[in-house]
Nanobody
Framework: QVQFVESGGGLVQPGESLRLSCVAS????????MGWYRQTPGKQRELVAG???YYADSVKGRFTISGDNTLKTLFLQMNSLKPEDTAVYYC?????????WGQGTQVTVSS
């Protein structure tokens, strides 16, 4: 089974950038089919970036997903951050059965 550890979140001001990382443990891992999700209190977890250059409309043009299979790491470059991007961010599979969710990394955008 694969486990994920997300990092890179923090408190930033509107317009600033962050780069999130998701390191996977386990012997079998591929960034193909992986994505980034986010969740705010009281709302369902939503997919924001995924395979085949999928991006939610709310982040299109500002977020970029990438990864490195050798490092077993998925990245999310987030530019021009907005207060509405405030959430806990997670990585997981988009295709097929989900793995267990990691702890996530908190992103807070506030002036």
């Amino acid at each position: 089974q694969v486990q994920f550890v997300e990092s890179g979140g923090g408190l930033v001001q509107p317009g600033e950038s962050l780069r999130l990382s998701c390191v996977a443990s386990g012997t079998i891992f591929s960034i193909v089919g992986m994505g980034w999700y986010r969740q705010t209190p009281g709302k369902q977890r939503e997919l924001v970036a995924g395979p085949i250059n999928y991006y939610a409309d709310s982040v299109k043009g500002r977020f970029t997903i990438s990864g490195d299979n050798t490092l077993k790491t998925l990245f999310l470059q987030m530019n021009s951050l907005k207060p509405e991007d405030t959430a806990v961010y997670y990585c997981n599979k988009v295709w097929g059965s989900k793995e267990s969710w990691g702890q996530g990394t908190q992103v807070t955008v506030s002036s």
